[in-house]
């Protein structure tokens, strides 16, 4: 059985996002703060059986990516990019302004992220996210343990949590059953 150990990246630099107007997927090029490189740094050392594992899948959003290459650093293992390890979706990356973004998710919320019979919405289901992350893992059952550097709506929706409990470079156990 395969253990994966899902880590949710460090502290993103979101003022750069507001500062460059960023919009749509340019949201996700933000690198980590000094906080969120810190925050990487301290995760092999409070958790070093982490170095026991096969490889390091990374979303391919900068601030998952940063706090993988981190992570490499200390450990020296491969790194595979996973496009669909990415966050979330809250807009199909078509929202202009936060404002939107926090409608939708509000939206979403109200839903428990399950898209009423007979309604489309922009936003990414539960069920959407849970799918094609669970897909990508299923390709690495033949490895004994691997970290996964993703997102935390990811990770709440794998473990069934709330999105707010998953904490910045944060270490929760997956196996898939």
């Given at each position: 059985?395969?253990?994966?150990?899902?880590?949710?990246?460090?502290?993103?630099?979101?003022?750069?996002?507001?500062?460059?107007?960023?919009?749509?997927?340019?949201?996700?090029?933000?690198?980590?703060?000094?906080?969120?490189?810190?925050?990487?740094?301290?995760?092999?050392?409070?958790?070093?059986?982490?170095?026991?594992?096969?490889?390091?899948?990374?979303?391919?959003?900068?601030?998952?990516?940063?706090?993988?290459?981190?992570?490499?650093?200390?450990?020296?293992?491969?790194?595979?990019v996973e496009f669909d390890l990415h966050e979330w979706t809250p807009d199909n990356?078509?929202?202009?302004?936060?404002?939107?973004?926090?409608?939708?998710?509000?939206?979403?919320?109200?839903?428990?992220?399950?898209?009423?019979?007979?309604?489309?919405?922009?936003?990414?289901?539960?069920?959407?996210?849970?799918?094609?992350?669970?897909?990508?893992?299923?390709?690495?059952?033949?490895?004994?343990?691997?970290?996964?550097?993703?997102?935390?709506?990811?990770?709440?929706?794998?473990?069934?949590?709330?999105?707010?409990?998953?904490?910045?470079?944060?270490?929760?156990?997956?196996?898939?059953?």
């Amino acid at each position: 059985m395969t253990m994966f150990y899902l880590i949710r990246h460090g502290e993103p630099n979101w003022t750069l996002k507001e500062q460059r107007n960023l919009k749509g997927a340019l949201r996700d090029f933000v690198p980590l703060t000094d906080a969120g490189v810190y925050q990487a740094q301290e995760i092999i050392a409070n958790h070093n059986h982490l170095s026991e594992c096969d490889l390091i899948l990374s979303s391919p959003y900068t601030r998952s990516l940063q706090t993988a290459a981190i992570i490499n650093r200390n450990i020296g293992l491969p790194i595979k990019v996973e496009f669909d390890l990415h966050e979330w979706t809250p807009d199909n990356w078509q929202a202009t302004c936060v404002q939107q973004i926090t409608e939708l998710w509000n939206d979403y919320m109200k839903h428990d992220g399950v898209h009423p019979p007979g309604e489309r919405k922009l936003w990414e289901s539960k069920e959407s996210v849970n799918e094609r992350v669970r897909n990508v893992l299923c390709q690495y059952l033949d490895k004994s343990k691997v970290i996964v550097v993703c997102h935390g709506m990811v990770i709440a929706t794998l473990l069934q949590l709330v999105s707010e409990e998953v904490q910045l470079c944060g270490v929760y156990e997956y196996e898939i059953t």
